[in-house]
Nanobody
Framework: QVQLVESGGGLMQAGGSLKLSCTTS????????MGWFRQAPGKDREFVAA????????YYADSVKGRFAISRDNNKATMYLQMNSLKPEDTAIYYC????????????????????WGQGIQVTASS
């Protein structure tokens, strides 16, 4: 069955770095664009970053642009999110998601456009 499993989260001091991984199985990874979302306590889930099926295009929320980097390894069916210069406001549960590439949109930024999701992982940046 389809599985997306996040790893690499945890507690880090503000200014530090963490790298999240999203390991997938049960579907043809290279035919999907991928994305990261996050949900802070008491807030709606929000878009963080997205990457095209071949890794050639990426898009970021303004709040993380220049600090976070999304990447993928199609041979390993795994996506990554390198998070640098963490801020307390980055504290949230982070989710990875997969969206079928229809040949038109290289990446997706809306939750409703994604087909499957991981269970989420906690990231805490302490001040």
């Amino acid at each position: 069955q389809v599985q997306l499993v996040e790893s690499g989260g945890g507690l880090m001091q503000a200014g530090g770095s963490l790298k999240l991984s999203c390991t997938t199985s049960g579907f043809t990874f290279s035919r999907y664009s991928m994305g990261w979302f996050r949900q802070a306590p008491g807030k709606d889930r929000e878009f963080v970053a997205a990457i095209s099926w071949n890794g050639g295009n990426a898009y970021y929320a303004d709040s993380v642009k220049g600090r976070f980097a999304i990447s993928r390894d199609n041979n390993k069916a795994t996506m990554y999110l390198q998070m640098n210069s963490l801020k307390p406001e980055d504290t949230a549960i982070y989710y990875c998601a997969a969206a079928w590439y229809n040949g038109v949109y290289l990446y997706r930024t809306k939750e409703s456009e994604y087909d499957c999701w991981g269970q989420g992982i906690q990231v805490t940046a302490s001040s």
